[in-house]
């Protein structure tokens, strides 16, 4: 309501998180409320996400305070970027070799990491959870975006534009048709615009290789979080006709690149595949029909599908004549 004066003829809008720390707090409540609305989340490699953290703490300071203003409202949507960025509010207290590994670094870059690691552990968790939170947003990888990083292991031309064209046409609810010239013009001139903020921003806070590899150990406590170059789970690539969900999942270790694993079909426990179908595995080749009106598996007794032809579908000796 506060926002509707502006909105003028516009028929979307687009709102953001003030920063990575308030993710697993914020995000499991906006999905319930915005369970229908298409969501965005935007995530950049770990080292330089606390890159940005140190040059935030350089600009403002560690002890930053809010300044008093005269509307609540004002207060609340001016949140600083340096507390939203790298100060965990909600740490990874499952993840038991994690603190251990953070001891190793600076506390500042620490406080980042664990702000970082926080905000996709719960991305995860709610993709994990998909059929019934419904969460199936726009993953977007920054190094895109920023001209960092081609499809692959880092390889490759300039994506940008294209990668800032698709993030548009699933906002914009545009994949189907092309969006205005002017628009792509004026969001390719924005995004110019902030990267050579960035790049000004962080210069002076590089990590050198030494200090990234006890960054990545750390990352690695994890175990589902891809580190280095690699992209984490259904990241969108970029491509003019793009997809929410990769095309196979990995079922190797997440050390190995794609490709060096072994990829199947995910099944659920019921037995269901991605495509909601029931899957069949013969014993040996053969099919059981010991069993009526279901097939037998190396590992599973009968079918949750009862065929009434073949068997009932509950005791008749149990009920009195």
């Known amino acids: 309501w506060r926002v509707r004066a502006s909105v003028g003829p516009s028929r979307t809008v687009l709102f953001s998180l ?4 308030c993710v697993p707090l914020l995000l499991p409540l906006i999905q319930k409320v915005f369970v229908h609305e298409r969501h965005v989340f935007v995530y950049d490699g770990c080292c330089y996400s606390v890159e940005m953290g140190i040059a935030l703490r350089k600009q403002h300071g560690s002890s930053y305070r809010q300044p008093v203003l005269k509307e609540e409202w004002e207060e609340v949507s001016a949140s600083p ?26 506390g500042v870059q620490a406080s980042v990491v664990e702000t970082w690691m926080a905000s996709v552990d719960t991305v995860l968790d709610m993709k994990a959870k998909e059929k019934k939170n419904f969460y199936t947003p726009f993953v977007c990888r920054m190094g895109f975006l920023m001209k960092r990083s081609g499809i692959g292991n880092g390889t490759g031309g300039d994506m940008s534009k294209l990668a800032l064209k698709n993030v548009l046409e699933y906002i914009a609810g545009s994949k189907s048709r092309a969006l205005p010239e002017d628009v792509m013009a004026t969001a390719i001139s924005s995004l110019d615009e902030m990267r050579t903020q960035f790049e000004g921003m962080v210069k002076g806070c590089e990590l050198n290789a030494e200090e990234k590899i006890p960054i990545e150990k750390c990352v690695f406590t994890h175990k589902a979080i891809l580190i280095g170059e690699k992209t984490l789970l259904d990241t969108v690539q970029p491509k003019e006709d793009w997809s929410l969900k990769a095309a196979k999942k990995l079922k190797s270790c997440l050390c190995c690149l794609p490709g060096e694993g072994d990829e199947e079909e995910e099944e659920d426990e019921d037995g269901e595949n991605a495509d909601g179908e029931f899957s069949v595995k013969p014993m040996g080749g053969k099919l059981d029909l010991s069993i009526p009106g279901a097939f037998a598996s190396n590992n599973t007794g009968r079918s949750k599908y009862v065929d009434g032809k073949a068997q009932f579908a509950f005791d008749p000796t149990m009920f009195n004549k």
Do not use: W
């Not at 003030?18 to 720390?21: C, H, K, L, V, Y």
């Not at 509010?89 to 993840?95: E, G, Q, V, W």
């Open 18 to 21: 003030p920063g990575q720390a």
């Open 81 to 106: 970027k340096v507390i939203t960025s790298s100060y965990p509010m909600a740490p990874l207290r499952h993840n038991r070799e994690l603190p251990g590994q953070l001891a190793s670094i600076d």
